[in-house]
């Protein structure tokens, strides 16, 4: 069963830093893209950013210039780290991996981590 555990979220005052990790367990043969979402009470969830397997990156405008996303691939591991954090960066984050399976019939499925709650305080 694949899993992904995202950890690092917490409060944190405007101004501040703070990384959050996501990690994947389980049996799979590959990850493909990876990415950072976000939601606000009352809000849609939307893309934060988002690493390829090789490392090309996107952010959205809200957060470039901020936010660094990175990922160790022989620690199945994805980053945000997370710098000039201000209160409407609020928001339940949570990691998305897109990952193939093994054996004889792979297949490509989307995860989703539980969630860790970001707080930036004014």
């Known amino acids: 069963q694949v899993q992904l555990v995202e950890s690092g979220g917490g409060l944190v005052e405007a101004g501040g830093s703070l990384i959050l990790s996501c990690a994947a367990s389980?049996?799979?043969?590959?990850?493909?893209?990876m990415g950072w979402y976000r939601q606000a009470p009352g809000k849609q969830r939307e893309l934060v950013a988002r690493?390829?397997?090789?490392?090309?990156?996107n952010y959205a405008d809200s957060v470039a210039g901020r936010f660094t996303i990175s990922r160790d691939n022989s620690k199945n591991t994805m980053y945000l780290q997370m710098n000039s954090l201000k209160p409407e960066d609020t928001a339940v984050y949570y990691c998305?991996?897109?990952?193939?399976?093994?054996?004889?019939?792979?297949?490509?499925?989307?995860?989703w981590g539980q969630g860790t709650q970001v707080t930036v305080s004014s």
């Open positions: 690493i390829t397997s090789a490392g090309s990156r």
């Open positions: 998305n991996a897109e990952i193939r399976s093994g054996g004889y019939f792979p297949s490509t499925n989307t995860y």
């Open positions: 389980g049996s799979f043969r590959f990850i493909n893209g």
